[in-house]
């Protein structure tokens, strides 16, 4: 900035430097690192949320669909236990499974044992 100045009739020319004395340069830094801070929460806080949605979302998503893997499943085996189709006697039960797995054994009779033999 140059200025003129009227001293005794005579033209001078001041040239005037700038001056940064009148920044607060400390209050600058420290609004800096605050509005820093905050940035990062402010980011976190949003991922955070994200994450978050997402996860719900993914476990809204695995419950429905495996319930649908599952229903027939399930279906078949409360129809066995209100004694529908698949119900067996037990000792047709055994005599199923001592025939696949026993190889050679003899197969279970039906009858129960008498007390005293």
Same mark, same amino acid.
């Given at each position: 900035?140059t200025?003129?100045?009227?001293?005794?009739?005579s033209h001078?020319?001041?040239?005037?430097?700038?001056?940064y004395?009148?920044v607060?340069?400390?209050?600058?830094f420290l609004v800096?690192i605050i509005s820093?801070?905050?940035?990062?929460?402010i980011?976190?806080?949003v991922q955070?949320?994200?994450y978050?949605?997402?996860s719900?979302?993914?476990a809204?998503?695995?419950?429905?669909?495996?319930?649908?893997?599952?229903k027939?499943?399930?279906d078949?085996?409360k129809? &066995?236990?209100?004694g #529908?189709? %698949?119900v067996?006697p +037990?000792?047709?039960a055994?005599n199923?499974? &001592?025939?696949?797995? #026993?190889k %050679?054994q003899?197969? +279970?009779?039906s009858?129960t044992?008498?007390?005293g033999?």
């Amino acid at each position: 900035m140059t200025t003129t100045t009227h001293n005794d009739h005579s033209h001078q020319t001041v040239t005037e430097k700038p001056s940064y004395d009148d920044v607060n340069t400390s209050a600058i830094f420290l609004v800096g690192i605050i509005s820093s801070i905050v940035t990062i929460l402010i980011i976190s806080v949003v991922q955070g949320l994200c994450y978050h949605w997402q996860s719900s979302v993914t476990a809204e998503q695995n419950k429905k669909y495996s319930s649908i893997l599952v229903k027939p499943i399930i279906d078949g085996q409360k129809k &066995v236990l209100e004694g #529908g189709d %698949g119900v067996l006697p +037990i000792t047709e039960a055994m005599n199923r499974v &001592v025939a696949k797995y #026993g190889k %050679g054994q003899p197969s +279970i009779s039906s009858e129960t044992p008498k007390s005293g033999q």
